[in-house]
């Protein structure tokens, strides 16, 4: 069983969710704890690249994403739903992810024992 799955589903401009999440992430790892990350909901858009968020004065989240593989987390995954219902596809992406299915979100859901919604 995984240790931490921390699921992101706010759309990047607005609040601090996404670099609170990312910061879990990022923590968790570094003190050895397995850490997988789960984009669904509105969330998707922080994949999408060239995403400009000093418009609106805020920091934004791809550098912190680019540093994920730094340490050891490359389970990412995107839900393929959220990403149909928004009308994106994987190549509009700015990060490479894995797209999961329904059926297969809830099998990623119980193998978790930590899960976090941001």
Known sequence: MSELLIIFRKAPIGTSWA????????VGAAFGQQATLLFMG?????L??????DQVEQKGTQAMMKAL?????????????????RG????????????????????L???HRQIFNF
């Open 88 to 107: 994106l596809t994987t190549n509009l992406l700015g990060f490479e992810c894995e797209t999961i299915s329904q059926p297969s979100l809830q099998k």
């Open 109 to 111: 859901l119980n193998s």
């Open 19 to 26: 670099r609170e999440a990312i910061d879990l992430a990022l």
């Open 42 to 46: 509105d969330g998707v858009y922080q």
């Open 48 to 53: 999408l690249s060239n995403q400009q968020p």
């Open 69 to 85: 593989p730094m340490y050891d987390i490359d389970q990412v995954f995107v839900c393929e739903k959220s990403l149909s219902e």
